[in-house]
């Protein structure tokens, strides 16, 4: 077995260079998001509600916003703010601030007791539980882990974003 250069440091991977644990890992990634997603569709939800409902109920007060919560969840301010609007009428948020900075008028959401209380079924504790079935050791690498996923994968992603809205090159 030959030692990797550089041990612990992180390299740039091109997409077309995957070794076959890498994709098999992407693929048990995708199977455990499939899963949670798809348990995502009750209590008249969905995946992209719960998120909502888990950014503004752990976010703090100023970034309580719709174009926080959209740059947090990737997604479209206008998807963030049909988002946010069903979880008004659901009773799950209530708009609590608003303030106008330059033409744009900012708006804070709070959760609502409802809200909370529609937490405690989230279906992503059902990952979470068996996460915590790992020994505590495996938890603590995970951690790591995905932490430092996350981070690449956000390069990437704003990467692609840039590229997709014919902006090659531009990074935010």
Known sequence: MSAEPNPGKKRKVKEEKLSPVSRASADIFERLIRMVETLSFKSNMNPTQWAALRY???ANKSS???RDFAKHNA???GT???TTGLLVEKGLLIREDEAYIGPLL???FTITKAGKQLLE???LLTLAASIESLPAAERGNLVEILDSLSADMEIRFAEKRSVQKGRPGRKS
């Open 121 to 123: 079924s989230d279906p």
């Open 56 to 58: 503004f109920n752990e």
């Open 80 to 82: 963030a703010s049909r």
């Open 106 to 108: 900012v708006v804070t």
């Open 75 to 77: 997604t479209t301010k």
């Open 64 to 66: 309580r916003t719709v």
